[in-house]
């Protein structure tokens, strides 16, 4: 006999939701517009015109892909790699970028809800692996707070992002202000950090994820981190620094609450945000690249089946049997 029993919808649809997370972008994409100038914009347009192209081009190949065109994924994909290249990279790059996210980051997989990787961080990676000349120019923000505001000639005064700087230096004239209101060297999504904090406040506000993963990623990286600057100053960004330099706000509030690369329980997005930080950590401390958002969100959602398997709640009434228990 089957029961069937009254379902009560919310209204939230993906379509929804995605609308929500572009819209809390849009201010720090608003701002690095200020920034950067017209080569901004176009690398953005580039992105989500190359990965909403993508998007239907697959969708064509593949009927039974998940998603649909106009969900909004594909453009949150866009602009979230969008936001972690420099802001005057080569149309190209980011095009190309963008065909890699939605194609090989998540189509492949079989569209929306089936991908493992972050489709964005991985595309980033990618270039950064394939390009890393093209993927380290950085170029000196407009002077905006004092009514000085982008022109053509920026373009060739390039130079090193703050952890860049420290990374290769060792020494850091840090100005919390600077970092706070984008005047720094960096990606779009690295200049704009308060603009990203508010954002991500008013998504979790907006209930569209929980305070679990972001948090943690913030206290796996920081903690280590203050504890390493306290013993050797010399050794380690400040940490006020390691908060609003390089992708960490993006990836606590952006990335790492992807649902689909995520854990799904509470207390496994509490380990995946943890591992996530102390990894950011670990690549921005001890590797080769000044900044390791990207990598470390990478082998976090490696690791995501395995937290799911441990920490998956279990049924209201569940009652394990003897031979479960033995």
């Known amino acids: 006999m089957m029961l069937s029993a009254p ?8 379509r929804h939701v995605m609308f929500k997370v572009n819209l809390a972008l849009l201010p720090a994409i608003l701002l690095a517009m200020l920034q950067f100038g017209m080569p901004a914009v176009f690398l953005l347009l580039t992105c989500v015109l190359t990965a909403v192209c993508c998007e239907v081009i697959s969708l064509k190949l593949n009927p039974h892909g998940n998603g649909e065109a106009n969900d909004g994924a594909a453009i949150l994909t866009a602009l979230l790699l969008a936001m972690s290249l420099p802001p005057h990279a080569p149309l190209w790059l980011g095009a190309l970028g963008s065909m890699i996210a939605v194609v090989f980051g998540k189509q492949i997989y079989g569209g929306l809800g089936q991908n493992l990787f972050n489709p964005a961080m991985l595309a980033r990676v990618v270039l950064l692996i394939a390009f890393p000349v093209e993927m380290t120019r950085w ?15 920026i373009d060739g005064a390039t130079g090193a992002t703050t952890l860049g700087y420290f990374k290769e230096s060792h020494h850091l004239a840090f100005d919390w202000m600077h970092h706070a209101f984008g005047l720094i060297r960096g990606s779009m999504g690295e200049t704009s950090a308060l ?14 994820f929980t305070w679990h993963a972001p948090l943690m990623t913030l206290l796996g990286c920081l903690i280590p981190g203050t504890l390493h600057w306290w013993l050797s100053p010399t050794g380690i960004t400040p940490p006020l620094a390691q908060l609003t330099s390089g992708g960490l ?27 996530t930080g102390f990894l950011i950590y670990i690549i921005r401390t001890f590797g080769n690249f000044p ?17 799911d398997n441990y920490t998956r709640p279990k049924a209201y009434g569940y009652q394990p049997t003897k031979e479960a228990q033995s």
């Open 291 to 307: 900044e390791g958002v990207a990598f470390a969100v990478l082998l976090a959602n490696t690791a995501t089946p395995l937290i």
């Open 139 to 153: 170029v000196m923000p407009s002077d905006f707070m004092n009514g000085h505001f982008y022109i053509q000639e």
């Open 195 to 208: 603009l990203l904090a508010l954002g991500g406040l008013w998504l979790w506000q907006q209930k569209v």
């Open 249 to 275: 706000l993006l990836g606590a509030f952006f990335i790492v609450t992807d649902p689909v690369t995520s854990p799904t329980s509470n207390l496994g997005k509490v380990i995946f945000g943890l591992l």
């Open 7 to 14: 379902h009560a919808h919310e209204g939230v649809t993906i």
